[in-house]
């Protein structure tokens, strides 16, 4: 049994940053790919960021130059660094791993978490 289990996030000014950590416990082997999603009310979820096995990463235009994803597989953990944060960025976000478990490929969801930017 895989678990992904979020945490961070928050109410933050604009300018302002948070991090936020993704953590999967129980049988895994390897991570292949992570991400991480947000859905803002009344809009679609979107991808915003990912980092895949041989650390290169992807960002969407909007968060380019503002966000980094990072990785630690000793740890099974994907992280999301948020700086300069906009009132745009308000959504509740998601992390998504792929991962090697119990000899099969799956993928996971974290519970989510909400980022509000708000002055």
């Known amino acids: 049994q895989v678990q992904l289990v979020q945490s961070g996030g928050g109410l933050v000014q604009p300018g302002g940053s948070l991090r936020l950590s993704c953590v999967a416990s129980?049988?895994?082997?390897?991570?292949?790919?992570a991400g991480w999603y947000r859905q803002a009310p009344g809009k679609q979820r979107e991808l915003v960021a990912t980092v895949v096995s041989s650390g290169n990463t992807g960002y969407a235009n909007s968060v380019k130059g503002r966000f980094a994803i990072s990785r630690d597989n000793a740890k099974n953990t994907v992280s999301l660094q948020m700086n300069s944060l906009k009132p745009e960025d308000t959504a509740v976000y998601y992390c998504h791993i792929i991962m090697e478990s119990a000899g099969a490929t799956g993928d996971y969801w974290g519970q989510g978490t909400q980022v509000t930017v708000a002055s």
């Open positions: 129980g049988n895994i082997f390897s991570i292949s790919a």
